[in-house]
């Protein structure tokens, strides 16, 4: 047990998911809970989603689906696997300009060797996720993207806020495990369950919408850091 207490928590319905979400709110702001009014609904009406109005709430909950890819993709809409997004230490726009400045000086990007050694690490990437053992891993054993996320492909799937587009029982589900072979590692692919199964490769994250105060501090920050970058006028 000792030896599992890092890696994603799995055997986890969506009920549980949407529990712990308002537990962990109850704490901190007990006015935000997302998930409250969902479960004392009756049970005939059990099957409608929950605060629709949930992003504009500041507790925590299960992020839905546009968010969750959104975070997956690092917010980029041109990629449909994860190892295209590597190398994730070098931004797109840079490898756009170093691939634009050898075809202006008449070099084929292909041959040249350093592109080639560049690339060859999203193949590397590509086939670590695709034989990866057959059971999870430690959280964070994987580098982080431009959002800040890791695992979100490749180690447990991961139950999301939405219902399953026209499904009026069954929950989203998005990411990826080696169980299922190289097409679900798409970013576009999904399944859907109904919110009190539980599986070994299915778990969740949480997400939690920013308040108007919180949004300013941020904003503020922001502003703080673009003139330190501007330097002395």
Not at 21 to 28: F, H, I, K, P, R
Not at 74 to 83: A, E, I, K, T
């Amino acid at each position: 047990l000792a030896s599992h207490l890092r890696h994603p928590v799995v055997y986890v319905s969506w009920y549980a998911c949407a529990a712990f979400c308002d537990w962990l709110t109850l704490a901190e702001q007990p006015e935000e809970c997302v998930y409250r009014s969902y479960f004392a609904e009756d049970a005939a009406s059990a099957g409608s989603n929950p605060s629709d109005n949930s992003a504009l709430r500041g507790g925590y909950r299960l992020p839905a689906v546009h968010e969750w890819s959104w975070a997956a993709r690092g917010g980029r809409l041109d990629v449909s696997y994860p190892w295209e997004l590597y190398p994730l230490v070098l931004p797109e726009s840079d490898l756009h300009r170093w691939r634009g400045r050898l075809e202006s000086e008449g070099s084929d990007p292909e041959k040249d060797p350093l592109w080639q050694w560049l690339m060859s690490w999203r193949s590397v990437y590509k086939d670590v996720l695709l034989n990866m053992p057959k059971e999870h891993v430690p959280v964070l054993s994987e580098p982080f993207s431009a959002f800040g996320t890791s695992g979100m492909m490749g180690n447990v799937k991961e139950w999301c806020h939405d219902l399953s587009g026209q499904s009026h029982e069954r929950r989203a589900i998005l990411g990826a495990t080696s169980y299922l072979g190289e097409r679900s590692f798409a970013f576009d692919y999904g399944i859907a369950l109904f919110p009190q199964n539980t599986n070994p490769d299915v778990g969740f994250r949480l997400c939690r919408s920013l308040s108007n105060a919180e949004l300013a501090v941020l904003a503020r920050r922001e502003s703080e850091i673009a003139d330190l970058q501007a330097g002395p006028r």
